[in-house]
T-cell receptor, first 114, second 115 residues
Framework: AQSVSQHNHHVILSEAASLELGCNYS??????LFWYVQYPGQHLQLLLK??????LVKGIKGFEAEFIKSKFSFNLRKPSVQWSDTAEYFC????????????FGSGTRLQVQP | GAVVSQHPSRVICKSGTSVKIECRSL??????MFWYRQFPKQSLMLMAT?????????EQGVEKDKFLINHASLTLSTLTVTSAHPEDSSFYIC???????????FGQGTRLTVV
């Protein structure tokens, strides 16, 4: 069975600070990896995804993530956060070609202070 | 991107009554939809996989007689919480994807409060 761990539950940053949110997964095979964001009162939106190829993935709004297979990690990064990045961030995985349902991490609440 | 619409966004019901939540894919056909439940300050937990034209597949520990899922068309899945109790109060979210190895699109979620 797949599992996803997000180490940071609540992160508080000042605007322009750099961001890195940790995500580790547990699964014996190939995985698809995702980061979703949930802004207050809104539905989940995809930030970026990794299926194969270049392990450094660039997403929307200046976010990127790096898949490190040896560490089973898919950390999310942004060089300079903005107040509008305040949201809940979820890492998720599923198995390519298999069950398409996502297994989510517990989420990280990011609070960016102006 | 594709749009998934979920209705209602909020519902309050009395204990013992049933509530139906709709999930529609607006601009694509979804043979499979997924229903998740999110507890406060926790992650999304998969409840069941809704399959068009066949029975839903429930995750372990989810009561299929309590959470009735119907996927009558390629664009609509419904989740009915039967004989709701306060412990069923939660945030319910549906999702669908256009195919294998594609991203999932999520509905806005439904906050159910049972009083």
């Amino acid at each position: 069975a797949q599992s996803v761990s997000q180490h940071n539950h609540h992160v508080i940053l000042s605007e322009a600070a750099s961001l890195e949110l940790g995500c580790n997964y547990s699964y014996g095979g190939t995985v698809n990896l995702f980061w979703y964001v949930q802004y207050p009162g809104q539905h989940l939106q995809l930030l970026l995804k990794y299926f194969s190829g270049d392990p450094l993935v660039k997403g929307i709004k200046g976010f990127e993530a790096e898949f490190i297979k040896s560490k089973f990690s898919f950390n999310l990064r942004k060089p300079s956060v903005q107040w509008s990045d305040t949201a809940e961030y979820f890492c998720a995985v599923n198995a390519p070609g298999g069950r398409r349902a996502l297994t989510f991490g517990s989420g990280t609440r990011l609070q960016v202070q102006p | 991107g594709a749009v998934v619409s979920q209705h209602p966004s909020r519902v309050i019901c009395k204990s013992g009554t049933s509530v139906k939540i709709e999930c529609r894919s607006l601009d694509f056909q979804a043979t499979t939809m997924f229903w998740y439940r999110q507890f406060p300050k926790q992650s999304l937990m998969l409840m069941a996989t809704s399959n068009e034209g066949s029975k839903a597949t429930y995750e372990q520990g989810v009561e299929k007689d309590k959470f009735l899922i119907n996927h009558a068309s390629l664009t609509l899945s419904t989740l009915t919480v039967t004989s709701a109790h306060p412990e069923d109060s939660s945030f319910y979210i549906c999702s669908a994807s256009t195919g294998a190895n594609t991203e999932a699109f999520f509905g806005q979620g439904t906050r159910l409060t049972v009083v």
